[in-house]
């Protein structure tokens, strides 16, 4: 499978994709009067991930460059899987992302009545029969695709038998399994799909629209294209794995549909995400098993859990961008999402001081009583973000990570006798340290120069190697801080035959760091506010944080880390 990197991030579109293509060329031809008309088809058994956000983005990405609309709809067929808890994660979703739908939410649910009215047309046409075999027995029939399939001995039933029996499957009058419909195609076909599939089967279970109006549901493949007809759809883009169902679609589509118009369903190769799992069974087992704190984890590739993470829809709809549309199937490196969200919040994100791991700092020969302030920058790409002022006083905090008692020749940070600055404030010095017990620092006794105090009228000038940052211990606030990392130690961790994907989880993806300390500031920061933390990283305010309680997230290094890991 080809793999797509960072280093491909930001390649200038020169030309149409395939689909546009098509598009373009049927528009030309005055095909269906020149609309084009989308859906987005999601199935209400999981939450969003990132593959299906690709998917939305090019299907309203379509709608939206022809000026055409884009419908969302609910492949709602299946009661024994699908939770109203995931069409408002979706409708959240989309909405997130920053797109619209044509006109209301649509339901497959919505056409139960015509679909059922279609099928038994079908029966009486000759198309369709009952069948009494149980499913393995079905199964077994079809065979392998070098050999034929072996036909149902219900095959040849009378369609006015067929069509009574169809109607009492619908009544209830037989247990789960004990019937089904299949669509009679062709036994002998070397698309497996071809082979009478089943339309309908029963299921005894309340439907969360329908209620119990229903006891049979009918299957995909046979509610795909007729919906997307219902619906006035031109083109139907689905992934790689429905190029096989196509034919199945477009026979549906022959036996039922008499006009002009007609939808065409046109696949796309996915985009798999290296570090990650995308199989919904995969992810449920991971929430069911407790592995991650919900759908919405933000080690999660899942929409929600990317943006509890801190990541921008800016950012997600830039990545669809960047990977693109095409017709072999690739993985595209964690790395690129990486770049894209950080690459906006560069853009975005308003600075701030915080110490994750602090270290005590005491300048002695800095009055006790005095307190000031000093001016920061609130983020350098941004000149209207403007600037603030933070208290600088005698006792500071900086990361313990930029201490060192013995440091290497190029350790430009803090160490004894070593002169570092401290971000818009001034020159210090490091004089002696003092430890506990166990060795461990406890605090670093400096000195400052007064005459270096950044942006003053008072600056000497004087320059250092090394820029820190800290904050002020009396006026710090106190956070958690959640340092995220991959979930999988593996670039494929379901691509290992035979080995369970769950043996790959990274047992390093979560560090709870707590009693950080942050500039004052940041006490009215609320849910999903992103920022960066200087030097360290951006990083969201989680949805558990209460005030005087804060939570954050860590989104993304200010480097990728990585691809450097890798290298070695």
């Known amino acids: 499978m080809e793999s797509i990197h960072v280093e491909d991030e930001d390649p200038e579109i020169k030309s149409l994709n395939f689909i546009e293509q098509i598009i373009e060329e049927e528009r030309a031809a005055g095909k269906n009067e020149g609309r084009v008309h989308t859906r987005f088809p999601p199935e209400p058994n999981g939450y969003l991930h990132i593959g299906h956000a690709t998917s939305i983005c090019l299907n309203f990405g379509l709608a939206a460059k022809y000026g055409g609309k884009c419908n969302l709809r609910f492949d709602d067929t299946n009661p024994s899987k699908e939770d109203t808890e995931y069409i408002e994660s979706i409708l959240t979703d989309v909405r997130w992302l920053g797109f619209r739908w044509d006109g209301e939410v649509r339901y497959a649910s919505d056409y139960f009545r015509q679909l059922y009215d279609w099928a038994e047309q079908m029966i009486l046409d000759g198309h369709a029969y009952v069948d009494d075999q149980p499913a393995e027995a079905i199964s077994a029939q079809r065979m392998t695709p070098t050999e034929p399939g072996v036909e149902s001995p219900y095959r040849e039933r009378d369609p006015a038998e067929n069509l009574q029996l169809f109607r009492r499957m619908k009544n209830g009058e037989f247990a789960a399994g004990e019937r089904v419909l299949r669509a009679k195609i062709d036994m002998a076909s070397p698309n497996m799909l071809l082979r009478d599939p089943i339309m309908y089967r029963i299921m005894h279970l309340p439907h969360y629209r329908t209620g119990n109006e229903w006891c049979i549901y009918p299957m995909y493949d046979y509610t795909h294209g007729q919906s997307d007809y219902l619906e006035g759809i031109t083109h139907s883009v689905c992934t790689l794995e429905f190029e096989v169902h196509r034919p199945l679609y477009n026979w549906f589509l022959d036996r039922l549909i008499h006009t002009d118009y007609r939808p065409r369903q046109i696949e796309f190769a996915r985009r798999n995400l290296s570090y990650t799992v995308m199989s919904k069974r995969m992810l449920l087992e991971l929430v069911q098993k407790g592995h991650v704190d919900g759908w919405d984890d933000p ?194 961790p379901a691509g290992h035959k035979d080995i369970d994907f769950k043996q790959f989880l990274n047992e390093e993806s979560l560090r709870v760091l707590q009693h950080c300390k942050l500039e004052p500031g940041l006490v009215d920061a609320r849910p999903g506010d992103r920022f960066q933390f200087q030097r360290l990283g951006y990083f969201c305010v989680d949805k558990s944080s209460r005030p005087g309680g804060l939570v954050f997230n860590r989104t993304v290094g200010l480097k990728d880390t990585w691809s450097k890991q890798n290298a070695r």
């Open 299 to 492: 080690r999660m590739p899942t929409i929600s859990g990317l943006r509890r993470a801190g990541y921008t829809p800016e950012s997600i709809r830039n990545f669809a961008g960047k990977v693109g549309v095409a017709r072999r199937e690739i993985v595209v490196d964690m790395s690129l999402l990486e770049f894209c969200v950080r690459e906006h919040l560069n853009k975005i994100a308003p600075r701030v001081m915080a110490v994750l791991d602090p270290v005590r700092v005491v300048l002695e020969n800095y009055p006790a009583d005095r307190a000031e302030w000093v001016e920061v920058e609130n983020n350098p790409e941004d000149a209207s973000a403007g600037t603030r002022q933070l208290p600088f006083s005698r006792e500071l905090y900086i990361e313990r990570d930029d201490f060192m008692e013995e440091a290497p020749k190029k350790f430009f940070r803090m160490t004894v006798g070593n002169e570092v600055r401290l971000k818009g404030a001034y020159i210090v010095k490091c004089e002696r340290v003092e430890k506990d017990g166990q060795g461990r620092v406890t605090t670093l006794y400096c000195t400052y120069d007064a005459d270096t105090r950044s942006g003053s009228g008072t600056d000497s000038g004087r320059k250092v190697k090394g820029t820190l940052h800290w904050v002020s211990a009396k006026e710090a606030i106190e956070a958690e801080v959640r340092l995220y990392d991959r979930l999988f130690k593996d670039e494929d």
